[in-house]
């Protein structure tokens, strides 16, 4: 037979349907460096080079507050830090201390550019407010974190930045606007944009 | 090979339109034609079309290969030269592609001749893979004919199988991309998701012309997310001429189709694959034709590198009459391709549509058009295998 025995189609017209699904996947997180290397359920080299990750993640994406008052009433008194930068960032401004740091292994895809990895895995600091109880932890991006040594967490929360900040859109799609009157007078349909397709 | 009339199945349209078949009837005029199929043996379907088509895509894979080692081929192609070494890394990581669809001229008897590749976005996918597939169960069902009636039609099996292969390499969620408000290029990227999430793809819905750029170069959804992988049925050289085109070397967005297919969406590969294959059966004799502003000889036909639904190809037909499809793609080289005879089945004449998906010869599909180039307008009409 040369064609399919059965086909099946499911979600055709219907919206994300299975977009809405978070994976869980295993993770590591650590109070210290030295409770890392003195753990066993990874090697000493993933521990220093997720290390190095989080601490260079901690003076990118920790939270900043202009005043040491606003810190500290989210991560408690004493427990915020003035960071100063380098470079373009004129001034400081105020970040909740390192408290500990949590690595998990990259996806084969995203092990790139300003994410490579030479051990495969991302190392992204922890936090903790003073809502936290002890073993509860904060990322960058606020989602909490339960437990020491290994975890499980969602994907979205174990990689590199989801999100970013959007300087503009519409970047993509203007040639073929262009060139949509066009098509519609010629072809005699009047889609409102022309076909993409050949 | 033979056009034949059929009864058609009462209540079709009602049926596409549950089946999410939406462009069944566009402007009123008809698309999808129920009422007529072309029968072929299976001799003709898997020595005239499967078994060149195989042969063609492989010819093609190692011409990629070859243009992607030489600057002298690109610039000859037209490639921009800012995205060489981006469109020479996706293919030397072994960046997987999905599909691509040959279209042959093919009379049944004579070997099929390739009019040309449409390997970046290729449409008129759903219709062939299943709605052709649901016409001839149901036509079958119906009495109207024999059982023992075929199909060359696994799309849809190698479309998930495909999906599958390439999975674990690819960053979720994945993005469909079409254009805004086109009803056929929605239904084709929401049948490919459909296909990606039967094999476990996570998958986003987005418009072309909702996608932004992060202060950090990245690419992003309407909710700021990261978009880091990116099914486009949106043609490359369109992104590479526009805003944001300059940022995908630098985004690590990973395309599919990836870039590379750039060297066989160009219509510049006919030219070179008859320079390394004079005389192939299934070629017809094809050059870079670089003034176009030479009287095209009767009997040629002349292409844009780059065009899409037939826009702006003029053919010079042996009997001397001109036929020229206005369009908006005239800027840019050109090739020239012998005229090669298309089969005529009443008022219509019929183009064959090879699907590869991947690396493999999956099925087809026919349309025809009443002018000698296939545009937009062209009809979709069922085949079936029927051994005499």
Redesign the interface.
Known sequence: ????RM???????T?????G?T?EQPAMVFNSLDECKASAITTPAVCQEGYDQALKNHGTTAPRFTSIADCEQDFGPGKCQALTHSGSDTGSFFVPAFTGFMVARL????N??QYYSSSGYWGQPLYRTRNDSFGTWRTSDNATISGTGRVSVP?EVAHP???????????????????SS??SS????????????? | MQRLPIAERPGWRERAEELGFLFHTIDGEPYWIDDAYYRFTLRQVEDDIEAPSSELHEMAMNLVDEVLRSESLLTKLRIPRPFWEWIAASWHRGERHLYGRMDFAYDGKSPAKLLEFNYDTPTSLYEAAYFQWIWLEEQIAAGNLPRGADQYNAIQDWLIQAWGDQKKDLPKPVYFASVRDHAEDRGTILYLRDCAVQAGVESQIIDIEDIGISTEGHFTDLDDRIIRALFKLYPIEFMFEEEFGARLPTSAVRLIEPPWKAILSNKGALALLWERHPGHPNLLETHFDDEPSTSLPAGWVRKPLLSREGANVHVHLPDGNSVLEPGPYDAGGHVRQRYVELPRFGDRHAVIGAWMIGDAPAGMGIREDVGYITRDTARFVPHVIVNE
């Open positions: 037979m040369k064609r399919s086909l099946y189609l499911g979600v055709l017209g919206v994300g349907a299975l977009s699904c994976e996806l084969q895809n995203q790139s550019g994907s930045a989801t999100r970013a900040v959007t300087m503009s859109r519409s970047g993509f799609g203007s040639v073929s606007s262009a060139r066009f098509s010629s072809s005699g349909r009047s889609s409102s944009s022309s076909s993409s397709g050949g």
